[in-house]
Each structure stands twice: as C-alpha cells, then as structure tokens.
C-alpha cells in the first residue's frame, strides 16, 4: 500500500501545531520543511473541511488545531488526505475466470477480499487507537527539546 505524500505532510503539521498557541502561517509550516507551500496549503486545507484544523484569515492567521491533540488520530488524518475508500477494492476478477459466473456474486466468498478486509482493519484500527497527543508524547520522549525548537522556530515568523 502506498499512501500519498501529503499524508505524511499533514501528520508532521499536525504534529508541530500540537505544539502552538497561535495559528501558523502554510508557508512557514511549509518552510519549516522545504515543501512547496501550494501543495501543503492544499493539505491542510483537506484537513480543514474535515474539522482537524481550522483557518484563521489575516496578517496573523495561519492554521491551528481545531481538536485537542488527543482527539484527532492519525485515521483522521488518513482519511482527510486520502479519502475514506478501503486500500483494496476487489473487482470480483473470479466472474471471468473459466469457471466464474459473468452473473455471480463473489464478494462474500472471496478469500482473497477477506483476507485483505481483514488486514486493512487491522490496519484501521491501529491508526485509531494512536493520537497526535501520542505522537508529540513520543517525539518529547525520543528527542527531548523539539518541540521547544519547533515552537520556535515557527513562532519567530511572528515576531
């Protein structure tokens, strides 16, 4: 499975604005990363519509967390970047093998659809059981010091 890249994109901003009590601009939350501030825009504005962050417009607006870090998972995220359509979508290829019905239904006997439902929730479930708290909880605990930085760094452009 390959996700898109603004997933991880709008994770990491997700990430930093968990540290911020202002709202951050896209392009310095762009800059912080070298990303192209378009394409990040078009990221977060995605997380917008799905109530993770909100907009503030004006010289001093930016995006900010719309949810306490401990209400938004890393599902929510996911599916505001890539839509809520299941990774694996069977096509019901068994109708035309040389012993398939054209007619016949083979979505609930099919071991390969299972089996791919049941890994995809598997999946699911572990993105909804983790947090953005639980990310910036880790990053605190492995590097100790970074969040100050980031908080920094991205309040500096206000200053």
């Known amino acids: 499975m390959r996700m898109a890249e603004g997933v991880e994109?709008?994770?990491?901003?997700?990430?930093n604005l968990s540290w911020m009590d202002v709202p951050v601009p896209a392009a310095r939350l762009a800059a912080y990363f070298d990303l192209p501030a378009p394409y990040l825009n078009?990221?977060?504005?995605?997380?917008?519509?799905?109530?993770?962050?909100?907009s503030t417009p004006g010289p001093r607006g930016g995006?900010?967390?719309?949810?306490?870090?401990?209400?938004?998972?890393?599902?929510?995220?996911?599916?505001a970047?890539?839509?809520?359509?299941?990774?694996?979508?069977?096509?019901?290829?068994?109708?035309?093998?040389?012993?398939?019905?054209?007619?016949?239904?083979y979505l609930d006997g099919c071991v390969v659809s299972a089996a791919m439902s049941r890994a995809e929730l598997s999946w699911r479930r572990e993105l909804a059981a983790t947090t953005v708290a639980d990310l910036a909880g880790d990053v605190e605990r492995t590097y100790p010091g970074s969040a100050d930085q980031s908080r920094d760094w991205l309040a500096a452009a206000r200053a």
């Open 81 to 105: 970047i890539e839509g809520p359509e299941p990774a694996f979508r069977c096509t019901e290829i068994l109708r035309g093998s040389p012993f398939g019905d054209p007619k016949g239904n």
């Open 42 to 54: 078009k990221q977060l504005q995605a997380l917008a519509r799905a109530g993770i962050v909100a």
């Open 9 to 15: 994109w709008a994770l990491h901003s997700c990430l």
């Open 63 to 79: 995006f900010r967390l719309d949810r306490a870090p401990a209400a938004i998972t890393l599902l929510d995220v996911v599916v």
